[in-house]
């Protein structure tokens, strides 16, 4: 996996990490994506079936994923669904999908009814049952431990005839595999039961973390001939660096072939579904710290967990230790909670008063009715207004931001920001109609964009303004003013000649406006 911020050898693979930001850059086939937070959800609520166009409005910089909408090869999305995603309202984003490599599900298509007496996985084996197929998982019924060093199993997740799991993640346009189950090694080396013990076992930790390194080594190598780019973040298995040894060969290989590390119940551990008590897991922290963290792959925690108290404290724990958190309401991972930060998990406007929350990433945002907040938070943000009293707030970066109707409040933020009024009546002359720019900044870069206005209403065609300065205006349709206070400025614009503004903009600082502050 290279890192879009990869500089030296040495230097290769360092995530910016300052204890309370953690941000990584991955070089995807799209270009790079910075990520400071990330989503998790496998289903619809209650089980329903997943909605493209809802996770195209996702505001996460990454988003795990089920492959399909309803676990089904049927159900798979299509790539242009996975464009979307990767590209939509909340912003361009890393897309992984989730896939089990340590256990078989009975509602995947690979399953085979013959396999159990009752045709899913809590059934007894049968004598058609594959040899990889292990004991069922007591925390999850559907699905059954594997042996996965086993080929048959491999050649399910992954084959040369490219009909695999991974095969059909890679081709539906997928930026990395979100590996579950890969602490099946130590399952299998230190806790499976002595009467499902098999000859060729692993015999030890060490065997079965050498045989999980090689599997996952392996079919990421199988997909980077696809997609060179290609990643994987394994789930758990936080200690199987740890457990190879001084197989120097095999943990560089690792470190390759991951973007990052997942871990579950870090900070809130127990037996319940969620809401256990805080205890974190120190020993698993330092080692996660050491063995990844260290090497520049990010730490993508999640803990299941609701209830603002809990929630706060999962975040500043997982932040001061320089990870990268998801609170998760509920262990089936039916509904995507917001990032981090605060905020809807969705930009999804509507008609009533929306507070409409974008990404770390270049967003592009549009109110409808309603008196909207719109926060572009970072990166070069495109934002609109509706027909309401909107506020606006571009935030980090170069941003291009518009009003629409109503009185609207806009600020820039740091960074060279357009305002745009693409009509006379996106700023009118009365008090109930005009915006408000806050944070004008003319050093900084920023320009009021007026091209889109008619500044002569008599005349076919689109006219633009002539600037004349603190002048009076003359009678003449197309003028542009400033006349500035002690408090405040105002561009004040005459579109039909009649001497009297048609359109006005109030910016709330004493500023001295020039012709080249302005796209006429």
Not at 435 to 446: W, Y
Not at 482 to 493: E, M, P, Q
Not at 499 to 518: C, E, S, T
């Amino acid at each position: 996996m290279r890192l879009a911020s990869d500089r030296t050898e040495d230097d290769d693979r360092t995530a910016e990490i300052d204890g309370r930001r953690s941000v990584v850059t991955f070089q995807t086939s799209t270009g790079p994506v910075a990520v400071d937070d990330w989503g998790y959800v496998l289903q619809g609520r209650n089980g329903s079936p997943l909605r493209s166009d809802r996770l195209a409005s996702a505001v996460h910089d990454l988003l795990v994923i089920d492959a399909s909408r309803d676990g089904t090869d049927a159900g798979r999305f299509r790539d242009d669904e996975i464009v979307r995603m990767k590209d939509g309202l909340g912003g361009r984003a890393v897309v992984a999908s989730y896939i089990s490599i340590g256990e078989a599900s009975d509602y995947r298509d690979y399953w085979r009814d013959g396999w159990t007496d009752t045709g899913t996985a809590s059934g007894r084996r049968t004598d058609q049952a594959p040899e990889w197929l292990g004991p069922v998982n007591p925390d999850w019924p559907e699905s059954r431990k594997v042996r996965y060093w086993n080929e048959r199993w491999q050649d399910i997740i992954f084959n040369d005839r490219h009909t695999g799991e991974i095969d059909a993640i890679v081709r539906a346009g997928f930026d990395a595999a979100y590996l579950d189950i890969v602490d099946a090694y130590y399952f299998w080396a230190e806790e499976v039961p002595d009467r499902e013990r098999r000859a060729g076992d692993p015999a030890d930790a060490r065997q079965a973390a050498r045989r999980m390194v090689d599997f996952i080594v392996d079919l990421t190598a199988h997909a980077r001939e696809t997609n060179p780019d290609f990643f994987v973040i394994p789930q758990n298995g936080a200690w199987i660096l740890d457990d190879l040894g001084s197989d120097a060969t095999r943990r560089k290989a690792y470190l390759d072939a991951i973007g990052g590390i997942a871990v579950e119940d870090v900070y809130f551990g127990g037996n319940a579904d969620e809401n256990n008590p805080l205890d974190p897991d120190e020993a698993t922290i330092a080692v996660l710290k050491r063995d990844f963290l260290s090497h520049g792959k990010p730490v993508f925690a999640v803990d299941y967990v609701n209830g603002g108290a809990r929630v706060s404290e999962f975040i500043r724990q997982a932040r001061e230790d320089g990870f990268i958190p998801y609170a998760a309401p509920r262990r089936d991972l039916d509904r995507l909670a917001g990032p981090h930060d605060g905020g809807s998990p969705y930009v999804i406007p509507t008609d009533g008063d929306d507070v409409l929350r974008g990404s770390m990433r270049a967003d592009r945002i549009e109110g409808l009715g309603g008196r909207d907040r719109i926060d572009g938070r970072g990166g070069p943000d495109i934002l609109y207004g509706g027909t309401g009293a909107d506020r606006l707030s571009g935030g980090r970066g170069a941003d291009t931001i518009g009003g629409g109707g109503g009185s609207d409040h806009l600020s820039g933020g740091p960074g060279a920001d357009r305002f745009v009024f693409r009509s006379a009546r996106d700023s009118g002359p009365s008090h109930s109609a005009r915006d408000t720019i806050h944070d004008f900044s003319p050093s900084s870069g920023d320009r009021i964009d007026l091209r889109g206005i008619d500044a002569d209403s008599g005349r076919s065609g689109n006219q633009g303004f002539d600037f004349v300065g603190t002048d009076p205006f003359s009678g003449r349709a197309s003028e542009l003013r400033c006349v500035r206070t002690a408090t405040d400025t105002w561009l004040r614009g005459d579109t039909n000649g009649d001497g009297r503004p048609d359109f006005i903009v109030h910016l709330d600082d004493p500023i001295w406006i020039g012709a080249n502050h302005i796209l006429l």
